[in-house]
C-alpha cells in the first residue's frame, strides 16, 4: 500500500492565474484544494502580462454604453484565428467570458475595469478588462489574496517531476522531488495541469514552432512544456500545437513590452534603414514575423499625442523613465537618438503622413493610422521581437478535461491556460487576439476547478 505525503481533493499544477482560478473555482464548489509552483515565487507569464482579459456583455461595457454579445466575440475570435483545431474552445470561451470577468471582479475582487481607450487587435468593441496599471502582477496578487482568504496552501519551490496515474491509466496525483533528490508522493482525486506552455523549452519549440526556434524568448522561465510531456505519456491528444504569441516590439534592452497603443494610435516601425516594412496594424503578434524578418531590431516611431494616451500605462510611463523612450523636436534630432538616416527617415514618415491625411494609398496597405499623421515633437524607441508563449497543447473539453485523439478523456485530468490547446489558430502568430491568452488561462483553469468539483461531488 502506497504511502502519501498529502492527499487532496483538487490538486492544481503551477501557480499561474490559470492555477489559482481553478484552485478558487474548486474550493468555493467545496473542495479541498492546494497549489504546486515549481519557481520560487507565483506568476509566470500572468505576471509579465498586461492582465487583460476580453469579456463580452459585462456589467462593465453596459455601463459604458457598449453593446457586446458572446456571438460578437466568438466571430471576432474565429476571424481573427482563423479555422482552427478546436472551435468549441472559441464558443465556450465566448459564452463563459463575462461571467468570468464578473467572477474576477465580485469573488476574486480583482481590481479591473473595462479598458476604454483602446480595442487592440481582433476586437471589434471595447471589451479587454484590466486593472489602472494594465500590470499582470496586480492580477496575480489580487488572485492571491484570493486563495489566502480561502486558505488555500500554495507551496512554492515544489516541481511536480511525475504525474501519477494506476493501471487504469487514471491520474491519481503527482510527485515532487525536493533539491536533494527526495520524492514526495501527493494523492488527488483530480489533478489540474497549469503548468503554461513549452516557449522556454527550445526543443519542443523547434518541434512545433520551427519558424520562431531562434527568436529571443522573453516570457517566464518556468514554461518548459511538462504539460505535453506528461500528456503524452498518458496518451493524451495534442492541438493547435504550431500557434504562438509574438511580441514585435520589445524594449532594448530594457525588455519590457513597448506597449502596442503607440502603434494601434498611430505610430509606424522602421528598421536600422529608417523605412518601414509592414502594416503595423496587424498587430504586435501578428507583426512579429516581419519585425523577424527585418533585421535584428526596429525602431518605434510616434508623436507627443500618441505618447499621452500610451502614458495611462504604468509599464510604459517606466520605461519613459528609464530612458527607454526618446524625444526629438525634429526628424533630424529623433533620427540621431539611434544613429539613423535622417534624410531616409524624414521621407518614411512624410509618406506615411500622406496616407493618413488621404492624399495616397498606404504602401503597405495599413487603412487606420489613428492620430496620425504624425506631428513634432517626435518619440522613438528601439526594439526587437520576441517569443512570449505558445498557444498549443493539450486538446481539452468544454469543462477542461484532457483528451485523447479518439475523444474520451484522461481520468481525473484537467488542463488550461498554456498547458491547454489555445484558440489562436492552428500555427503562427497571426491568429492571436489580445487577451486570449488570459482568456484561455483564467476562463479555462475556472472552468476545470468547477468541472473537477462536479466529478468528485457526482463520485466520478
Known amino acids: 500500500m502506497t504511502n502519501y505525503d498529502l492527499e487532496t481533493d483538487v490538486l492544481v499544477v503551477g501557480g499561474g492565474a490559470c492555477g489559482f482560478a481553478a484552485?478558487?473555482?474548486?474550493?468555493?464548489?467545496?473542495?479541498?484544494?492546494?497549489?504546486?509552483?515549481?519557481?520560487?515565487?507565483?506568476?509566470?507569464?500572468?505576471?509579465?502580462?498586461?492582465?487583460?482579459?476580453?469579456?463580452?456583455?459585462?456589467?462593465?461595457?453596459?455601463?459604458?454604453?457598449?453593446?457586446?454579445?458572446?456571438?460578437?466575440?466568438?466571430?471576432?475570435?474565429?476571424?481573427?484565428?482563423?479555422?482552427?483545431d478546436c472551435p468549441e474552445l472559441t464558443r465556450v470561451l465566448a459564452d463563459t467570458s463575462a461571467s468570468l470577468v464578473e467572477w474576477l471582479a465580485d469573488r476574486v475582487e480583482a481590481r479591473i475595469g473595462l479598458i476604454t481607450e483602446y480595442r487592440h487587435v481582433g476586437h471589434s468593441v471595447p471589451r479587454l478588462h484590466a486593472p489602472r496599471s494594465r500590470r499582470g502582477q496586480d492580477l496575480v496578487d489580487d488572485l492571491v489574496a484570493a486563495a489566502n482568504r480561502r486558505q488555500i496552501p500554495i507551496a512554492e519551490g515544489?516541481?511536480?517531476?511525475?504525474?501519477?496515474?494506476?493501471?487504469?491509466?487514471?491520474?491519481?496525483?503527482?510527485?515532487?522531488?525536493?533539491?536533494?533528490?527526495?520524492?514526495?508522493?501527493?494523492?488527488?482525486?483530480?489533478?489540474?495541469?497549469?503548468?503554461?506552455?513549452?516557449?522556454?523549452?527550445?526543443?519542443?519549440?523547434?518541434?512545433?514552432?520551427?519558424?520562431?526556434?531562434?527568436?529571443?524568448?522573453?516570457?517566464?522561465?518556468?514554461?518548459?512544456?511538462?504539460?505535453?510531456?506528461?500528456?503524452?505519456?498518458?496518451?493524451?491528444?495534442i492541438a493547435n500545437a504550431g500557434?504562438?504569441?509574438?511580441?514585435?516590439?520589445?524594449?532594448?534592452?530594457?525588455?519590457?513590452?513597448?506597449?502596442?497603443?503607440?502603434?494601434?494610435?498611430?505610430?509606424?516601425?522602421?528598421?536600422?534603414?529608417?523605412?518601414?516594412?509592414?502594416?503595423?496594424?496587424?498587430?504586435?503578434?501578428?507583426?512579429?514575423?516581419?519585425?523577424?524578418?527585418?533585421?535584428?531590431?526596429?525602431?518605434?516611431?510616434?508623436?507627443?499625442?500618441?505618447?499621452?494616451?500610451?502614458?495611462?500605462?504604468?509599464?510604459?510611463?517606466?520605461?519613459?523613465?528609464?530612458?527607454?523612450?526618446?524625444?526629438?523636436?525634429?526628424?533630424?534630432?529623433?533620427?540621431?537618438?539611434?544613429?539613423?538616416?535622417?534624410?531616409?527617415?524624414?521621407?518614411t514618415i512624410e509618406a506615411y503622413n500622406r496616407a493618413a491625411r488621404g492624399e495616397t494609398r498606404d504602401g503597405f496597405g495599413r487603412r487606420n493610422c489613428g492620430l496620425a499623421p504624425l506631428v513634432a515633437p517626435y518619440f522613438i524607441a528601439r526594439v526587437k521581437p520576441g517569443l512570449f508563449h505558445t498557444q498549443g497543447g493539450l486538446r481539452v473539453d468544454s469543462g477542461a478535461r484532457v483528451l485523447r485523439p479518439d475523444g474520451t478523456p484522461v481520468r481525473n485530468l484537467f488542463a488550461g491556460g498554456g498547458a491547454a490547446a489555445g484558440v489562436s489558430g492552428r500555427t503562427g502568430c497571426a491568429g492571436y487576439s489580445s487577451g486570449n491568452g488570459l482568456l484561455a488561462a483564467l476562463g479555462l483553469g475556472r472552468l476545470a476547478g468547477i468541472s473537477s468539483a462536479q466529478e468528485i461531488r457526482d463520485g466520478r
Open 243 to 347: 500557434a504562438y504569441q509574438g511580441y514585435a516590439a520589445i524594449a532594448y534592452p530594457q525588455g519590457s513590452l513597448l506597449s502596442w497603443t503607440t502603434m494601434e494610435k498611430g505610430g509606424i516601425l522602421v528598421g536600422a534603414d529608417g523605412r518601414r516594412f509592414g502594416d503595423e496594424s496587424i498587430g504586435y503578434s501578428g507583426y512579429t514575423r516581419s519585425v523577424m524578418a527585418q533585421g535584428e531590431f526596429a525602431f518605434a516611431v510616434f508623436d507627443e499625442r500618441i505618447r499621452r494616451v500610451a502614458d495611462q500605462e504604468e509599464e510604459f510611463r517606466e520605461l519613459v523613465e528609464h530612458r527607454g523612450v526618446k524625444q526629438g523636436g525634429t526628424i533630424k534630432e529623433l533620427a540621431a537618438a539611434f544613429g539613423l538616416d535622417a534624410g531616409v527617415l524624414g521621407e
Open 158 to 237: 515544489n516541481p511536480v517531476s511525475r504525474l501519477l496515474a494506476d493501471d487504469h491509466c487514471a491520474v491519481i496525483g503527482a510527485a515532487v522531488k525536493d533539491a536533494g533528490g527526495k520524492e514526495s508522493l501527493l494523492r488527488a482525486r483530480k489533478v489540474v495541469l497549469a503548468t503554461n506552455g513549452f516557449a522556454a523549452n527550445r526543443d519542443l519549440v523547434r518541434e512545433f514552432c520551427p519558424e520562431v526556434a531562434k527568436a529571443e524568448y522573453f516570457g517566464a522561465l518556468g514554461s518548459t512544456g511538462e504539460a505535453i510531456l506528461w500528456g503524452r505519456a498518458l496518451g493524451a491528444d
Open 23 to 84: 484552485a478558487i473555482a474548486a474550493r468555493d464548489e467545496g473542495c479541498e484544494t492546494a497549489i504546486l509552483e515549481k519557481l520560487a515565487r507565483v506568476g509566470g507569464n500572468s505576471a509579465l502580462s498586461t492582465a487583460s482579459v476580453p469579456g463580452a456583455g459585462t456589467r462593465f461595457q453596459r455601463a459604458a454604453g457598449i453593446e457586446d454579445s458572446p456571438d460578437r466575440m466568438f466571430g471576432d475570435l474565429m476571424a481573427q484565428s482563423g479555422p482552427h
